[in-house]
C-alpha cells in the first residue's frame, strides 16, 4: 500500500516562509505526477503545484513566484517551499501522487497565515 507522509505546517506571520515536505513510502518515479493540493474551510480542494516524473513544473496562479514545489528522488520526497505567505493561504494541505490508474493522498498538513 502507498503511503505518503506530509510533514512541516505550522502557524506563520503574514510574508513569512514555511516548507513542506511529503514522503512516499515507494520511489518516486513509481508516480507519473506528484503535487501539492489545499482546501480551506468551506472551499473545494484545490491544485497548488505539480511535477512530473521527467521535473516539469506546474503551478496555480495565486501561488506562481511564491511557492516552489521540488523532489529529492534519494528520498522519494516532494517538497513545497512556500515564501510571501498571505492570509488567503491558510487551509489545509495535501501530497498527491498518481500513477496511470490510481491517485494517493497524504492525511494533509495544517497551514495558518495570521499576525
Known amino acids: 500500500q502507498v503511503q505518503l507522509a506530509e510533514s512541516g505546517g505550522g502557524l506563520v506571520q503574514p510574508g513569512g516562509s514555511l516548507r513542506l515536505s511529503c514522503a512516499a513510502s515507494v520511489h518516486r518515479l513509481s508516480f507519473n505526477t506528484m503535487g501539492w493540493y489545499r482546501q480551506a474551510p468551506g472551499n473545494q480542494r484545490e491544485l497548488v503545484a505539480t511535477?512530473?516524473?521527467?521535473?516539469?513544473?506546474n503551478y496555480a496562479d495565486s501561488v506562481k513566484g511564491r511557492f516552489t514545489i521540488s523532489t529529492d528522488n534519494a528520498k522519494n520526497a516532494v517538497y513545497l517551499q512556500m515564501g510571501s505567505l498571505k492570509p488567503e493561504d491558510t487551509a489545509v494541505y495535501y501530497c498527491?501522487?498518481?500513477?496511470?490508474?490510481?491517485?494517493?493522498w497524504g492525511q494533509g498538513t495544517q497551514v495558518t497565515v495570521s499576525a
Open positions: 511535477i512530473s516524473r521527467s521535473g516539469s513544473t
Open positions: 498527491e501522487a498518481d500513477t496511470t490508474y490510481t491517485t494517493f
